[in-house]
């Protein structure tokens, strides 16, 4: 069993609400080292067996075509995640 | 028996059932508890007592194994067996005049009352707790309260149409309120108006008493045709036993009996999480699949999950039928394969009906479920042996009467006491208290009064809630009830309200429910309708506390008094004990819910000035 | 006037959308999300609720169900389809109208009886309106903030494409207080409040007049059925 | 200008009714080979200049506290992401 993680964020010119309030909230507990805050979206996606090069871009696509809509946000990133001894990814 | 798991389900494929955790040979069998009587049992850390588990044993002529004592032990628990209570709710029962009951279809003891309202249409409401989960998880906890006493409403066979909520929480100003109430508001919002069920009320209360221990009670509202009344039980041997809905999954295993039963600290029997998640689409997806199945007569009976999952659903329709049954539990679907069987009997994962269908009618069954995506098992069926067996990896692991694990519980008549402390709080009056007559003293006593946060406006709330869906509401907030038409044609509809005060009810228990019950039978007669019917959420602290039990005694009496002299049955309820802050409990709280009926919606009253000129009328003393 | 109505799982104003088609004298057809058939509905309205949740994106499974291949290719060749709430956001991530629909700037759900501005009266669903006409309906959601970029926003605004705009308060973060969009052929108009809740005296937002008698919302499902008589 | 990442995941045991709606939507638009979904979150946390230990170690507690629920979720990884020359994490 494998995983492939897909990260999806906002589009960095969008205004991303969620984002700023937790900023907000951060700033009003002190905390100013972090200056701004943006909420994104982190997807496992669990493959039976291996992930091979035709099923990591078939995630790819999934990841741009329906995981994200991209008027409004971005693909960062996505990977075969390395597995721990747990099963879960790092 | 055919194959189980028909749905073409989108979802991960099913489970292989041998790749449980529990080995073979490790099943703690029938067989194997017959054969090793001396074995320890963990049924304190269950919840359970030397004596009851001593008449657990003595029941099933040896010692119970471990699924039966997972079963006992959530079946048992307060919570679940009313142990505490029973002896004090039959009065509901008995204080009834035959006026009274003539337009009851279904009384106390089922999942919820059902009143006949005319033109061929009943009601079936309930008002239940979800206290202690929303403390830990207020958002999840809220939620999912909401998720139960819906899913309550279905298994009578109506279709939901309103919820209210009756909350109390701390000090508005303790830094833990900002994130307890934020949270339940949220939870109860996003639930229901996912469900696309309208929220027509309800009560916001603040006081330090519910600081470490908020009260979340949810109603719901359903309707339903006279022929499309369903109830609990499984009858007719051969018929099959169907669980439909969500996987069984590690959620809030223990959390019943645990968090219902005593106090937060001490943890779960199990690692598991004690808290479940909710999932408002399934529900949502389940409400309509019920409601086809209902509509093509395709279950004979039908019984909800909530706390106690497969042990309740199984032991309460098997008890109420007419026969016994049998499951192989090796037929649960499943989220997480590695729990074992004891955790699958007690799993409370959310968004799960159990059925028993026909075998004529399980094909048209398994398409209805299938068209809505719901996935189905069958895992038994209804026997003629009176016994509810169970299976596991081929082996029974369960063979009880279902009697005794759902009806002949134990039953307390617990010690009663005059609280030691009561005669010198009723001492204390408000007449002692200085009374203002200056300018300035009594401006700032009605800045404060309209500063409290009792009094101010809930809109924060209310504006989270939707009450336009479903088209049919009449009365809402503001007003002083909530109103539903029940029939667009005739104008049909019916009115509620929810009542309490604690502080009332803690000076004098029994005339503080009748106040709950006469404020909340005030505001349906306010809406222009008839006060038909009564439900009740009675939170109080714990059963173990004898003052707390005077309190409680006090409080069934007033209301059940109350009742008989307004005319009205009540028709169900819950009893959320152990809502205590260590040894302090909270004031004793008996929510009252009053359903009133009116023939036409169009003759609604609203709570505001309707046009300029109206004379204006005090009434009453 | 035959004016179908989809339910997806977890539409939640499907027989709502369909008794406001009723109420303007048109005969509503229920249309399921799995099926590939239209049955010769001569518009559409996809109704409000969280169709499989709102998880993901609100609307974007939706999006993608069987039988919005078939929505996509009528809207592309005329049909009227109207977008409530959840139905603008399947709109919006079907691509039919442009932007997207995100969490509110306040982050919580909001109920309130909504004051637009309509800004576009030449569409299929808003030609019974007149420019710049007050009206008054129920809003009802979670994921409202309309937000696109500046290029975009100034094309829609340039062309003409903004059909509502909030007034007195903006109850969601959306840009230009845009509550609803048209496509530039005016067939294709979605909203996030919710019209259907506002065609029945006693059930609607509250008027001057009277509690709860707003009937604002009847106007645009009338639109439609004039439209059509018009045209044909 | 640095970025830290802190990703949140829903505990495993726990359902994830979103992970589960989109697993569902998957497998009718016949993608086989996904068996399972989860989604998580994934915040980027602006930090002025250099992140020091200290940052890091705020922002680890911050993703304890008030950026997960412990209830329910786990804090997968809370790490620095290299910027690239647009100045977006990758
Ligand atoms: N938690 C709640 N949920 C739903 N409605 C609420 C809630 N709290 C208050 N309300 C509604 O707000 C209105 C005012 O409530 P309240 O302040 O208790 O006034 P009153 O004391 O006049 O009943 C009522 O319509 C009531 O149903």
Redesign the interface.
């Known amino acids: 069993m494998s995983t492939?993680v897909v990260?999806?964020?906002?589009?960095?010119?969008?205004?991303?609400?969620?984002?700023?309030?937790?900023a907000g909230?951060?700033a009003r507990l002190g905390?100013s080292?972090?200056?701004?805050?943006?909420?994104?979206?982190?997807?496992?996606?669990?493959?039976?067996g291996e992930v091979t090069d035709a099923?990591l871009a078939?995630?790819q696509k999934?990841a741009d075509d329906?995981?994200s809509?991209s008027?409004?946000e971005?693909v960062?990133?996505v990977y075969v995640a390395e597995t721990t001894a747990a099963g879960?990814?790092? | 028996m055919s194959d189980t798991t028909a749905t073409p389900v989108p979802a991960a494929p099913a489970v292989p059932a041998a790749s449980g955790a529990a080995a073979p040979g490790t099943v703690d069998s029938v067989a194997n508890a017959a054969a090793t009587p001396e074995r320890e049992q963990p049924y304190a850390a269950l919840g359970l007592k030397t004596e009851e588990y001593q008449s657990i044993r003595e029941l099933l002529g040896r010692r119970p194994t471990s699924g039966e004592l997972a079963m006992y032990s959530v079946m048992w628990s307060e919570h679940c067996s009313y142990k505490s209570s029973k002896v004090w709710l039959r009065q509901f029962g008995q204080k009834v005049s035959p006026e009274m009951t003539k337009n009851l279809m279904v009384g106390m003891g089922e999942n919820a009352g059902v009143v006949d309202v005319g033109e061929g249409w009943a009601v079936t409401f309930k008002i239940e707790s979800h206290n202690h989960p929303s403390y830990i998880e207020p958002f999840q906890g809220a939620a999912t309260g909401v998720g139960g006493i819906v899913r309550d409403i279905i298994s009578m066979g109506a279709r939901p149409v309103a919820v209210m909520d009756a909350l109390r929480f701390g000090a508005i100003d303790d830094r833990d309120t900002a994130r307890v109430v934020p949270g339940v508001v949220s939870g109860i919002s996003f639930y229901a108006n996912c469900l696309g069920l309208p929220n027509i009320g309800g009560e916001t209360w603040f006081d330090p008493i519910y600081q470490a221990n908020p009260l979340v009670n949810a109603l719901a509202v359903g309707v339903l045709r006279h022929e499309d009344l369903h109830l609990a039980n499984a009858r007719g041997a051969g018929n099959k036993v169907v669980l439909f809905g969500a996987r069984t999954g590690g959620d809030g295993i223990g959390g019943a009996s645990i968090l219902a039963s005593d106090t937060f600290s001490a943890g779960g029997p199990t690692k598991r999480p004690a808290v479940q998640v909710g999932d408002p689409f399934a529900e949502k997806v389940l409400i309509e699949c019920c409601l086809e199945l209902f509509a093509g007569d395709l279950v004979q009976g039908i019984q909800d999950l909530g706390a106690a999952g497969i042990s309740c659903a199984t032991s309460e329709l098997a008890s109420n039928g007419d026969g016994g049954m049998a499951i192989e539990l090796d037929r649960v679907l499943l989220r997480d394969p590695s729990l074992t069987a004891e955790e699958i009997l007690m799993s409370e994962s959310q968004e799960r009906m159990m059925a028993i269908v026909e075998p004529g009618k399980l094909d048209a069954f398994l398409a209805v479920t299938g068209k809505w995506d719901v996935e189905t098992s069958v895992l038994g069926e209804v026997t003629e042996t009176g016994r509810l067996a169970i299976t596991w990896r081929g082996e029974t692991i369960v063979d009880v009467d279902p009697r005794t694990v759902a009806v002949d519980g134990p039953v307390y008549d617990r010690p009663l006491a005059y609280p030691s402390w009561l005669n010198a709080v009723r001492a204390n009056s408000a007449s002692e208290l200085p009374r203002p007559s200056e300018g300035p003293a009594l401006r700032a006593q009605l800045l404060e009064l309209i500063g409290s946060a009792n009094l101010a406006d809930k809109s924060w709330i209310t504006d989270q809630y939707d009450r336009y869906v479903l088209g049919n509401t009449a009365l809402s907030y503001p007003d002083d009830g909530g109103m539903i038409r029940v029939d667009e044609t005739s104008g049909l509809g019916v009115a509620f309200a929810t009542d309490a005060n604690g502080r009332y009810a803690y000076l004098d228990p029994y005339v503080g429910a009748q106040l709950a019950l006469a404020e909340a039978y005030r505001n349906v007669a306010a809406t222009g309708a008839t006060p038909v019917a009564v439900s009740d959420c009675l939170n109080f602290g714990s059963p173990e506390n004898p003052e707390v039990m005077w309190q409680f005694s006090q409080a069934v009496e007033g209301l059940a008094d109350g009742c008989l002299e307004l005319g009205i049955p009540v028709t169900g309820g819950n009893v959320s004990f152990y809502n205590q802050t260590g040894d302090v409990p909270i004031h004793p709280t008996p929510v009252v819910a009053v359903m009133g009926t009116i023939d036409d919606v169009a003759r609604r009253v609203p709570s505001g000035w309707q046009d300029p000129g109206d004379n204006l009328y005090l009434l009453g003393t | 006037m035959r004016i179908g109505v989809v339910t997806f799982p977890g539409s939640l104003d499907d027989r709502d959308a369909q008794r406001a088609v009723r109420r303007a004298g048109g005969e509503a057809v229920a249309l399921w999300h799995g099926d590939h058939e239209l049955q010769g509905v001569d518009a559409i309205v996809l109704p409000g609720g969280f169709s499989y949740g709102d998880y993901l994106r609100c609307g974007a499974i939706a999006a993608r169900s069987p039988i919005m291949a078939e929505v996509i290719a009528a809207a592309n060749a005329g049909m009227p389809v109207l977008g409530i709430c959840n139905g603008f956001q399947i709109l919006v991530e079907a691509h039919l109208l442009p932007g997207g629909l995100i969490r509110n700037d306040h982050g919580d759900f909001v109920c309130r009886d909504q004051k637009l501005r309509v800004e576009n009266a030449s569409t299929a669903w808003t030609n019974g309106f007149t420019v710049g006409q007050e009206i008054t309906i129920p809003l009802k959601n979670a994921e409202g903030g309309f937000i696109v970029d500046a290029e975009t926003l100034k094309r829609i605004e340039g062309e003409g494409l903004v059909a509502f705009r909030y007034l007195d308060v903006n109850p969601n973060g959306s840009l230009d207080d845009i509550a609803g969009l048209t496509n530039a052929r005016g067939n294709v108009v979605g909203l996030m409040p919710h019209p259907e809740h506002a065609t029945e005296p006693g059930f609607g937002p509250d008027t001057p007049d009277a509690m709860r008698s707003g009937v604002d919302g009847l106007t645009f499902f009338t639109s439609v059925l004039h439209g059509a008589l018009a045209r044909a």
């Open positions: 492939i990260e999806v964020m906002p589009k960095a010119e969008l205004l991303d609400p969620a984002g700023k309030a937790v909230a951060l905390k080292e972090f200056t701004a805050v943006r909420i994104g979206k982190r997807f496992e996606l669990t493959v039976d099923v078939e995630a999934l329906m995981l809509n008027v409004i971005d960062v990133r879960s990814a790092s």
